[in-house]
């Protein structure tokens, strides 16, 4: 009886070479792509949305209760920014406040921190009274167009008026390429 070995094949050198290849090249790319969704994420500082959000916390049940003797007083804000900045990134805010019988509210001191949600950075300014009654402008730094918070305080004598407000913001530049 006679033993016949079995011969394996020969397996040629490019065979080997070419599995480890492809593993790490999988592994490469997969590692590559993981970095570019963590630069994605963190682009442009959109992790940071409301800006001094932990005294805002710790001040909740204030500012809830600052909104119910705003809706007992009855004033109304009506906040329309301009469609053009000026060179400073600065645009005009036009706020138009009435109290509960439509009546202009006059001689208010109004304040209002605005930012941008993709951004979170806070910019305060003040309005000053316009010629037109119940009607206050301010310039505020909202240069960049989308969508921005606006926190309105309007006080006169002793009376306290919040308001919160989202605005859509385009330029004039973007509203006219818009339909292109």
Do not use: C
């Not at 800006?51 to 809830?64: C, G, T, V």
């Not at 406040?97 to 439509?102: A, C, I, K, S, V």
């Not at 989202?166 to 292109?180: F, H, I, K, M, Y």
């Amino acid at each position: 009886m006679t033993m016949t070995t079995r011969e394996e094949p020969e397996i040629s050198t490019g065979a080997r070479v070419r599995w480890p290849l492809i593993v790490v090249g999988l592994l490469a790319t997969h590692v590559a792509a993981m970095l570019l969704a963590v630069k994605v994420a963190t682009a442009g500082g959109g992790h940071t949305i409301v800006p001094d959000y932990y005294q805002k916390a710790l001040a909740w049940d204030d500012m809830r209760e600052e909104a119910r003797n705003a809706a007992r007083m009855g004033w109304t804000a009506a906040v329309t920014p301009s469609v053009m900045t000026d060179g400073e990134g600065l645009r005009e805010v036009r706020i138009l406040l009435h109290d509960r019988y439509g009546q202009p509210v006059e001689g208010a001191s109004v304040e209002a921190n605005t930012w941008h949600r993709a951004i979170g950075d806070a910019h305060v300014f003040s309005a000053r009274p316009a010629d037109e009654a119940g009607v206050y402008v301010g310039r505020a730094p909202m240069g960049r167009p989308g969508t921005w918070e606006l926190e309105l305080i309007a006080t006169r004598g002793e009376e306290r008026f919040v308001q919160a407000t989202v605005l859509d913001v385009a330029t004039l530049l973007e509203a006219g390429s818009a339909g292109q």
